[in-house]
């Protein structure tokens, strides 16, 4: 990959021999690998087994899990957090790994669309939960930096599985703790 990134500095017309860019390729190599590892993880390797038994049937909620994707359209940034809440049913996750599964699929090429319903349906999946709601909300670099250039928009995507999509209460509450 290396290569490839010293193919781009010289495509847009720079020189890799001045001394701010020798080491840039490598550089950047290394930062797009770290920036895109979900590819390298696996579920089972991110949830670890850390699943527990549990006699609790009420909304669990991890709020605030800040997150770093590229748009895979641009390839830029979009920067935000995750909101995940879940109703286990007789097993809960541990609390960690809940963001690890938010970092799993938002450090690869997305959408946020995709990216919060991947969220919704692999916590649903290992837990075996009733219900799962999620909301992501970040900001686009490929919006902000160019096209129309706002600064101050927010995408707020949404998924609802279970009892979050058919329950209005569960709805309710999901979205009056998230607030």
Do not use: W
């Not at 290569?3 to 020798?22: H, K, M, W, Y």
């Not at 109703?87 to 959408?111: C, E, N």
């Amino acid at each position: 990959m290396k290569q490839e990134f010293a193919n781009i500095i010289s495509a847009i017309g720079e020189d890799l021999t001045r001394p701010g860019l020798v080491d840039t390729p490598e550089r950047a190599a290394k930062a797009f690998e770290f920036l895109t590892r979900g590819y390298q993880q696996s579920l089972d390797e991110v949830v670890n087994g850390a699943l527990f038994p549990s006699d609790s049937n009420e909304m669990i909620l991890v709020k605030d899990i800040e997150l770093y994707s590229m748009c895979e359209h641009h390839l830029l940034p979009f920067i935000g957090k995750a909101h995940v809440a879940y109703i286990p049913t007789g097993q809960v996750v541990g609390l960690s790994k809940v963001a690890r599964i938010v970092d799993m699929f938002a450090r690869r090429l997305q959408i946020q669309e995709q990216l919060t319903l991947q969220i919704a349906e692999t916590i649903k999946s290992v837990t075996g939960a009733e219900g799962v709601g999620v909301i992501v909300e970040a900001k686009h670099m490929c919006m902000m930096m160019r096209g129309v250039e706002k600064q101050n928009s927010v995408m707020k995507t949404s998924a609802m599985l279970g009892s979050f999509r058919d329950d209005p209460a569960t709805r309710t509450e999901f979205l009056s703790l998230v607030r």
